[in-house]
């Protein structure tokens, strides 16, 4: 039985970036409010899932992400206020970022960065934009890595006429 209307979820891709025993995160103004989310954003059109996470980083924090490592792919599902059904794809890495470049904005909708110690995230719990922000950080300090090897981009994501 088929569906005129397929099923699509939204592709977002996310950094989990540590530094002395801190997390960086974003405040950001949504929808719902003034949240709290690890660096993160949808996937661009001819966009590798690691130039998405880079691009949002930098995008987000004006710092240069390098992922080292996916920390796992989360599928989860929200619901607006104004009854909008959205399920988000997530694809989380992990990695080190450059200082930030003073010469770049912030995104719009970004108020600024924080550097947070796991129990303030936790604390914060309340303000997150999504579950999957303490469930991404969870896995990162449980020590969940997969090789970047695992993910693979086809060429005709960059161009359509290379046959798939």
Not at 61 to 72: E, M, Q, S
Not at 93 to 99: I, L
Request: include cysteine.
């Amino acid at each position: 039985m088929s569906n005129p209307q397929r099923w699509k979820p939204s592709v977002t891709v996310a950094a989990i970036v540590e530094r002395d025993g801190r997390f960086l995160m974003v405040e950001e103004q949504t929808r719902e409010g003034l949240r709290l989310n690890n660096p993160a954003g949808h996937l661009d059109p001819e966009e590798s899932l690691q130039q998405g996470v880079e691009r949002e980083v930098l995008e987000e924090t004006a710092c240069r992400f390098t992922p080292d490592a996916l920390v796992g792919v989360y599928l989860s599902r929200f619901r607006r206020a104004d009854g909008e059904d959205v399920t988000y794809l997530r694809f989380a890495f992990t990695g080190t970022v450059s200082e930030p470049d003073p010469a770049l904005k912030l995104d719009e909708g970004i108020v600024r960065t924080l550097w947070m110690t796991p129990d303030e995230v936790r604390a914060s719990q309340a303000l997150h934009r999504s579950p999957l922000v303490l469930q991404c950080l969870e896995d990162h300090l449980a020590g969940r890595r997969f090789p970047l090897q695992v993910l693979s981009t086809h060429p005709s994501l960059y161009d359509p006429w290379i046959p798939g």
